[in-house]
């Protein structure tokens, strides 16, 4: 066994005082070959106590979003993330009025993403513009643990809310999915995602009423239709449409709060006027085809294809996506010019992008 270090061959050290601070401030100072150290204050770096972390979002300041953007996740040509494109498109939301972004959804491929990944991200958009516009996290799951998990983690980096699916492929029952959804409420605000054409199983209205009474129950993004809208509206439940070709006719017609959308991220300003300016239908008409477009393919093929098109991000694909066939590409560029380019994201013309210009990764 080694002996014990003399206090000779350690460097001396001046003894501790327990009423002084500890760590010390340390006084700016420029060392040959060194950067400048900033005085620090420890009092700069204590966290929020958990009671203002806590209620620093209201639930109303989730429910009075009319626009919230599922943001698509641009990559680099190695898979990794592009997070300078990211933050550009995160630029052209805020610019375009959208005023809120789900972070790592369908549209941004959190499926595709570690959840290392998924908090990093989550993280980084609220510390880039969390002061700008709300985070709503994607952190549901089918596992209830990988879902709580995720949430309390989500939370912790600073997101405002939270989206919850429900669990899909390992479907389960009526009483399951309101447990399930009882585990995270309970966290923070929340937003209920209802898309059974992915799930393969409904979140039916005594699901929602079931768990509407909870003080983080946001409200629901809801893509079944208008009659189940009109539903929950009745009741008094927020409700955002999750089809952004119903989404005009949902929020005039039939009391949706707003939209959580696709699209937004190609035009948000024209989604913005769609949502708060009154009805609408010439504008609507007029964006209805791209709206089309961008699900002629499940979502986010198409957005992938449109955005890369643009030059707002670069054709790189996580498979299993892969770009839309040439004629769609085509079809793509057209629908530019009949909206007008003026009112899309990025300063570059629109241009069909070749077969090779595409790439397409397996591993990262």
């Not at 993403?113 to 998924?118: N, R, T, V």
């Not at 913005?272 to 699900?295: I, Q």
């Not at 098109?309 to 054709?315: H, K, N, T």
């Not at 299993?320 to 793509?332: A, D, G, S, T």
Request: proline residues 6%.
């Amino acid at each position: 066994m080694a002996a014990p270090l003399s206090s000779a061959s350690t460097p001396a050290q001046a003894p501790v005082s327990f009423g002084e601070r500890w760590p010390p401030k340390y006084s700016a100072r420029t060392t040959r070959g060194k950067f400048a150290v900033t005085a620090i204050s420890l009092d700069d770096y204590l966290p929020m106590r958990s009671s203002e972390v806590k209620n620093r979002t209201s639930t109303g300041d989730i429910t009075s979003l009319r626009v919230i953007t599922a943001v698509k996740t641009p990559y680099l040509p190695d898979g990794r993330f592009d997070l300078e494109a990211y933050d550009s498109l995160i630029n052209m939301q805020i610019d375009g009025g959208s005023e809120g972004v789900i972070v790592g959804g369908t549209t941004g491929e959190g499926h595709l993403m570690s959840w290392d990944e998924h908090i990093m991200l989550i993280g980084h958009t609220v510390n880039c513009f969390g002061t700008k516009i709300k985070v709503v996290g994607n952190t549901g799951s089918n596992s209830t643990r990988e879902a709580v998990h995720a949430t309390e983690q989500g939370f912790a980096v600073g997101m405002h809310a939270a989206l919850h699916i429900n669990p899909y492929y390992g479907k389960t029952s009526i009483e399951g999915m309101i447990s399930h959804f009882e585990a995270v409420l309970p966290m923070g605000r929340t937003i209920i995602y209802n898309v059974p054409s992915r799930t393969g199983q409904d979140i039916p209205p005594a699901v929602i009423e079931a768990i509407s009474s909870f003080s983080n129950m946001a409200g629901v993004k809801e893509c079944v239709g208008h009659e189940r809208v009109k539903c929950y509206t009745d009741k008094g439940i927020t409700i955002w449409s999750g089809n952004d070709d119903e989404c005009h006719d949902s929020r005039w017609k039939y009391g949706a709060t707003g939209v959580i959308s696709v699209a937004s991220n190609l035009i948000p300003g024209l989604m913005r006027k769609l949502m708060y300016e009154g009805e609408n239908p010439v504008l609507n008409d007029k964006v209805v085809p791209l709206m089309k477009w961008l699900f002629c393919q499940p979502n986010p093929i198409a957005l992938n294809t449109a955005l890369a098109q643009l030059g707002v991000v670069r054709p790189v694909f996580r498979l299993p996506y892969v770009p839309l066939p040439l004629e769609k590409r085509v079809e793509f560029v057209r629908i530019v010019e009949s909206v007008g380019r003026e009112n899309f994201v990025g300063q570059k013309e629109a241009r069909v992008l070749d077969d090779d210009d595409f790439v397409l990764i397996s591993r990262y």
